[in-house]
């Protein structure tokens, strides 16, 4: 039995906490995001990133996330080895994009048990940072956001220029 059929029935039978709660301003706003998007330092980018290498650097953004843990009850799922209706399962739960789901090559994603928070690992960057919140609560999911990104970043260098600040494969993220 492989990691996702472990967790194939909880998924399918629970609903994250984030939409369990209305949430501050809940009667407008169903739900709030942030992503952050960070890459590793001396890694290609996601579209030059093949082969072993790529197998090297989700290795390693595994083991940090073992160590630094997204929230409780964490769970990491090695995505080309998850069938594609679990793909399809992740993408409706919000915790992978759609460009994940669909995607090829050695990638991941951790989440709490909550679905709370998620982090894509080789998605359009090396890391994709995510905090859902119930209602409108953009303080509350940029400071969980910030945290898990701040213990990530503390295991593993992030690509950073002085001038242009975190780089990133696509300038608008």
């Known amino acids: 039995?492989?990691?996702?059929?472990?967790?194939l029935q909880d998924l399918a039978t629970s609903v994250?906490?984030?939409l369990q709660d209305p949430g501050p301003d809940g009667d407008v706003a169903?739900?709030?995001?942030?992503r952050v998007a960070r890459n590793v330092m001396d890694f290609p980018f996601g579209t030059r990133?093949?082969?072993?290498?790529?197998?090297?650097?989700?290795?390693?953004?595994?083991d940090a996330l073992e160590h630094e843990p997204?929230?409780?009850?964490?769970?990491f799922l090695e995505l080309d080895h998850t069938p594609r209706v679990g793909r399809q399962l992740l993408l409706e739960?919000?915790?992978i994009s759609s460009e994940m789901a669909g995607g090829e090559g050695e990638r991941g994603v951790a989440f709490g048990e909550g679905e709370l928070m998620s982090v894509m690992v080789n998605e359009e960057d090396h890391v994709r940072i995510q905090a859902m919140r119930p209602g409108f609560d953009l303080d509350g999911a940029w400071k969980d956001a910030q945290a898990v990104e701040r213990r990530l970043g503390s295991r593993v260098p992030f690509s950073f220029h002085d001038d242009f600040g975190y780089l990133t494969a696509c300038p608008t993220n």
């Open 16 to 18: 994250g906490s984030w």
């Open 49 to 62: 990133l093949e082969g072993e290498v790529a197998h090297d650097l989700n290795k390693r953004l595994r």
């Open 70 to 75: 997204v929230d409780d009850g964490f769970t």
């Open 1 to 7: 039995m492989d990691d996702f059929d472990r967790y």
């Open 93 to 95: 739960r919000h915790l």
């Open 30 to 34: 169903v739900s709030t995001r942030i």
